[in-house]
Protein backbone atom coordinates (compact mmCIF):
# COMPACT_ATOMS: atom_id res chain seq x y z
CA UNK A 1 0.00 0.00 0.00
CA UNK A 2 1.50 3.52 -1.01
CA UNK A 3 -0.09 6.69 -0.06
CA UNK A 4 1.24 9.30 -1.89
CA UNK A 5 0.64 12.76 0.12
CA UNK A 6 1.13 16.39 -2.06
CA UNK A 7 0.19 20.07 -1.54
CA UNK A 8 1.91 21.39 1.69
CA UNK A 9 3.79 24.47 1.43
CA UNK A 10 4.06 27.98 3.63
CA UNK A 11 0.97 29.55 3.53
CA UNK A 12 0.22 33.11 5.40
CA UNK A 13 -2.36 33.00 7.81
CA UNK A 14 -6.09 33.17 6.00
CA UNK A 15 -4.59 31.70 3.58
CA UNK A 16 -5.42 28.68 1.50
CA UNK A 17 -4.00 25.20 0.58
CA UNK A 18 -5.25 22.40 -0.93
CA UNK A 19 -3.51 18.81 -0.22
CA UNK A 20 -3.54 15.47 -1.88
CA UNK A 21 -3.25 12.21 -1.65
CA UNK A 22 -2.84 9.50 -4.14
CA UNK A 23 -3.74 5.87 -3.02
CA UNK A 24 -2.45 2.67 -4.56
CA UNK A 25 -2.24 -1.17 -3.67
CA UNK A 26 -5.57 -0.57 -1.09
CA UNK A 27 -9.51 -0.76 -2.15
CA UNK A 28 -9.85 2.38 -2.56
CA UNK A 29 -13.54 2.66 -2.94
CA UNK A 30 -14.13 0.33 0.49
CA UNK A 31 -11.80 2.30 2.74
CA UNK A 32 -12.66 5.04 4.80
CA UNK A 33 -9.68 7.82 4.38
CA UNK A 34 -8.33 10.41 6.29
CA UNK A 35 -5.87 12.92 7.09
CA UNK A 36 -4.50 13.21 10.60
CA UNK A 37 -1.69 16.00 11.63
CA UNK A 38 1.11 15.80 13.95
CA UNK A 39 2.50 19.67 15.29
CA UNK A 40 6.08 19.77 16.98
CA UNK A 41 6.27 18.46 20.62
CA UNK A 42 1.98 17.33 20.20
CA UNK A 43 0.60 13.87 19.32
CA UNK A 44 -0.72 13.19 15.96
CA UNK A 45 -4.75 13.90 15.77
CA UNK A 46 -7.57 13.58 13.47
CA UNK A 47 -8.09 16.06 10.93
CA UNK A 48 -10.99 14.85 8.81
CA UNK A 49 -12.53 11.69 7.14
CA UNK A 50 -14.34 10.52 4.83
CA UNK A 51 -16.20 7.43 3.95
CA UNK A 52 -16.49 6.10 0.23
CA UNK A 53 -20.19 7.03 0.48
CA UNK A 54 -19.55 10.49 1.12
CA UNK A 55 -19.45 10.27 5.26
CA UNK A 56 -17.42 12.99 6.82
CA UNK A 57 -16.23 14.03 10.48
CA UNK A 58 -14.24 16.36 10.88
CA UNK A 59 -12.16 17.74 14.07
CA UNK A 60 -13.92 20.62 15.88
CA UNK A 61 -10.73 22.69 15.06
CA UNK A 62 -11.29 22.49 11.48
CA UNK A 63 -14.74 22.47 10.89
CA UNK A 64 -16.06 25.34 8.81
CA UNK A 65 -12.75 25.84 7.07
CA UNK A 66 -11.50 22.73 5.90
CA UNK A 67 -13.06 20.19 3.52
CA UNK A 68 -12.44 16.68 2.95
CA UNK A 69 -13.24 14.86 -0.47
CA UNK A 70 -12.23 11.98 -2.67
CA UNK A 71 -12.51 10.63 -5.93
CA UNK A 72 -12.92 7.20 -5.95
CA UNK A 73 -12.08 6.92 -9.85
CA UNK A 74 -8.74 8.83 -9.08
CA UNK A 75 -7.70 6.77 -5.77
CA UNK A 76 -7.47 10.22 -4.82
CA UNK A 77 -8.38 12.12 -1.48
CA UNK A 78 -8.17 15.64 -1.07
CA UNK A 79 -7.92 18.13 1.93
CA UNK A 80 -9.16 21.84 1.18
CA UNK A 81 -7.81 24.24 3.87
CA UNK A 82 -8.90 28.42 4.35
CA UNK A 83 -8.57 30.09 6.32
CA UNK A 84 -5.70 28.76 7.44
CA UNK A 85 -4.39 29.58 11.55
CA UNK A 86 -0.73 29.52 12.54
CA UNK A 87 -1.86 26.52 15.27
CA UNK A 88 -2.89 24.35 12.00
CA UNK A 89 0.81 23.95 10.96
CA UNK A 90 1.93 20.46 11.49
CA UNK A 91 3.08 17.69 8.86
CA UNK A 92 -0.20 16.22 7.34
CA UNK A 93 -0.52 12.66 6.83
CA UNK A 94 -3.02 10.44 4.99
CA UNK A 95 -4.41 8.02 6.12
CA UNK A 96 -6.37 4.66 4.97
CA UNK A 97 -8.40 1.61 6.02
CA UNK A 98 -9.68 3.34 9.64
CA UNK A 99 -13.31 3.80 11.57
CA UNK A 100 -14.73 6.98 12.90
CA UNK A 101 -12.82 6.00 16.41
CA UNK A 102 -9.55 5.33 14.76
CA UNK A 103 -7.00 5.56 12.36
CA UNK A 104 -6.20 3.33 9.91
CA UNK A 105 -3.02 1.05 9.34
CA UNK A 106 -2.06 2.63 6.22
CA UNK A 107 -0.20 6.31 6.18
CA UNK A 108 1.32 8.41 3.52
CA UNK A 109 4.75 10.19 4.62
CA UNK A 110 3.51 13.26 5.38
CA UNK A 111 3.16 16.75 3.92
CA UNK A 112 4.30 19.42 5.65
CA UNK A 113 1.84 22.58 6.48
CA UNK A 114 3.46 25.77 7.60
CA UNK A 115 1.14 29.16 8.30
CA UNK A 116 2.95 32.28 9.29
CA UNK A 117 1.33 34.93 11.17
Known amino acids: VQLQASGGGLVQAGGSLKLSCAAS????????MGWYRQAPGKQRELVATMTSGGSTNYADSVTGRFTISRDNAKNTVYLEMHSLKPEDTAVYYC????????????WGQGTQVTVSS
Open 95 to 106: NGGGLVSRAGNY
Open 25 to 32: GIEFNLNR
